[in-house]
């Protein structure tokens, strides 16, 4: 298992636009994608955001955001801030606003977005550890998919989980995406003394979740062992040790990882992130078989 | 520090308060539907209760037991509403007279809760449901074993309290019990991706923290005003914005759009921030007294 301990990588959420707006062809606000842009300050340096829409939540997305290789990575669901206003689409991205008062205006479809990480808690499940987002997303020009733009700032919040730092978007498209983790069998080649298999299974779960099962033979740094893998949000998955007893294996209540698959120039990756501490990611080179 | 806090007050609401509480009446509300027992319990009933208490306490430990290292998730959601709501599960036998005991409301609350998540999710097909919707209702249910397993111990105190007084009694501690569970079940939302299941979780938790309040009998009255303001908030947000209220979400009518529900759950946590801070206040002053 190669560890890489280099700059950021962080998955977020957001929401795209209302189901009604993308029900009647307007062009959600931060459309499902992949972006690359700058980030400032002292660490400045390209970073990238990858977006996927939560099913059944119009207009949520899972984000991973990172910057250079993959090295932090924190989870995370977004709430619009519409505040008190309840949006109607209007025509072309022009909405009507409805205040308290019923003070009707019309500005663009609704352009800041908060970003609350992710983490795992105690019962193994991915939840807001912190519900106070740590970043907000500002939407400064959408002419199409291509073609977005838009800021991360820091939300100046107690939630200080990724580099709190602005970073830009200007348009650009990423070489990197991310991949919803195909069923199948996946080989993990020898790589720095690491190797082993991930077995993704699609199961006749109601909500349509995944599971898949790991064994990997660990190196140096980490121990190797069996895993059990399953599907929390679309494409990201906790991972927990299988332990076997004598009464037969049993699955580890608390996960110690999170697991996203991601896809660089049509070669698969999934990255293991300590949820409790964002600079701790591992790299997998897998291959389908 | 907070729930030190929280710990002590709670602790001391129940030694304190009863002297404090002057003879009034509560606010009538329009929200009233899980009313705590009706009428005085007589001593063949409460010795009914005590024998249904221990046995829905052995019950509620081997079901915990059995699912503790399970890992399929749709099996696990199976074997807890067969154990909890079942034809012979530990509420089936629970009769209005049992909901006395603190152990069957924090069951019947769960049970709720993941009756309104299918409702609003599972039932609606797999395009209207988030991967991991099952794993966070077994957590819901999971988590209300434990809590109902920890009341247990206080209801029995209180089962004995009432046998040695020789007494008909029927005051269990609603609102500490309504305070903690509120916040338990706003913590639980957190997780659950789908914004109209944690708006229904939330709008539910807060009116049920508003019905334990005048559901208790000895102390709640030194809470009206902020009973009063929970049900007149929820009900005219709810009559402003067309949102169902309780019983609807739980009896199929299906929650706003999760663009509205996203704006809807920051006004409802603010409300509960509120609310729990004034009942902390409002027990700061009783102890001063």
């Known amino acids: 298992m190669k560890t890489q301990m280099k700059k950021y990588l962080v998955v977020l959420g957001g929401i795209l636009a209302p189901a009604m707006v993308l029900a009647q062809g307007f062009t959600p606000a931060v459309p499902e994608g992949s972006y690359r842009g700058l980030m400032r300050g002292l660490e400045e340096g390209r970073v990238r955001m990858l977006t996927e829409t939560i099913r059944g939540c119009e207009g949520c997305f899972v984000a991973v955001l990172f910057k250079d290789r993959p090295a932090f990575l924190g989870l995370g669901d977004a709430e619009r801030r519409i505040d008190t206003y309840k949006a109607v689409p209007l025509h072309n991205q022009k909405i009507t606003v409805r205040g308290k008062n019923d003070v009707v205006g019309e500005i663009n479809t609704s352009n800041e977005y908060s970003l609350t990480p992710f983490g795992v808690d105690t019962d193994g499940e991915i939840t807001t550890p912190n519900a106070n987002p740590s970043y907000i997303l500002t939407v400064q020009k959408n002419i199409g998919a291509s073609d977005v733009h838009f800021e991360l700032t820091s939300a100046s919040s107690d939630n200080k989980s990724g580099p709190q730092t602005s970073m830009i978007f200007s348009g650009n498209e990423s070489s990197f995406d991310l991949d919803d983790g195909k069923p199948g069998r996946y080989k993990i080649p020898m790589h720095l003394r690491s190797s082993g298999s991930i077995n993704i299974i699609t199961t006749n779960s109601q909500d349509g979740s995944r599971v898949a099962t790991a064994t990997l033979l660990g190196n140096d740094h980490e121990a190797g062992g069996t895993f059990m893998l399953k599907e929390k949000a679309p494409g990201v998955f906790t991972f927990s040790a299988i332990s076997h007893l004598a009464t037969g294996a049993v699955v580890q209540e608390m996960p110690k990882k999170i697991v996203v698959f991601m896809k660089h120039c049509g070669r698969e990756r999934a990255y293991l992130v300590n949820p409790t501490n964002d600079k701790d990611v591992s790299e997998l080179k897998v291959v389908l078989l | ?289």
């Open chain 2, 1 to 289: 520090m907070k729930t030190i806090s929280n710990f002590l007050i709670l602790g001391t609401l129940a030694l304190v308060a009863p002297k404090f509480v002057q003879a009034q009446t509560l606010p009538n509300s329009s929200i009233e539907y899980a009313d705590g027992p009706s009428g005085k319990l007589d001593l063949g009933e409460i010795k009914d209760i005590k024998s249904y208490a221990f046995n829905a306490n052995t019950s509620i430990k081997r079901l915990l037991n059995t699912v503790e290292h399970m890992s399929d998730s749709e099996e696990i959601k199976k074997i807890l509403i067969r154990g909890i709501d079942g034809k012979d599960g530990i509420l089936a036998s629970s009769t209005d007279k049992r909901s006395v005991l603190l152990l069957t409301n924090s069951l019947q609350s769960g049970m709720t809760l993941v009756k309104m998540i299918d409702l609003n999710t599972i039932k609606r097909g797999i395009a209207y449901t988030p991967q991991g919707t099952v794993d966070q209702q077994n957590r819901i249910m999971k988590q209300s074993l434990i809590f109902a397993r920890d009341y247990y111990q206080s209801d029995f105190e209180f089962i004995n309290g009432v046998l040695a007084k020789n007494e008909a009694v029927t005051n269990p501690k609603f609102v500490e019990f309504g305070l903690k569970m509120t916040q338990f079940l706003i913590k639980m939302s957190d997780g659950v991706l789908s914004a109209r299941g944690a708006y229904g979780m939330i709008r539910w938790s807060l009116a049920v923290l508003a019905n334990d309040i005048k559901n208790d009998k000895e102390i709640g009255i030194a809470y009206a005003a902020t009973q009063a303001n929970l049900v007149k908030t929820l009900l005219s947000r709810d009559e402003a914005t067309g949102l169902p209220n309780y019983p609807d979400l739980v009896n199929g009518e299906m929650a706003p759009e999760d663009v509205d529900c996203i704006a809807k759950i920051r006004e409802l946590k603010l409300l509960a921030q509120q609310s729990f801070d004034e009942i902390t206040d409002a027990t700061k002053t009783m102890i001063k007294k």
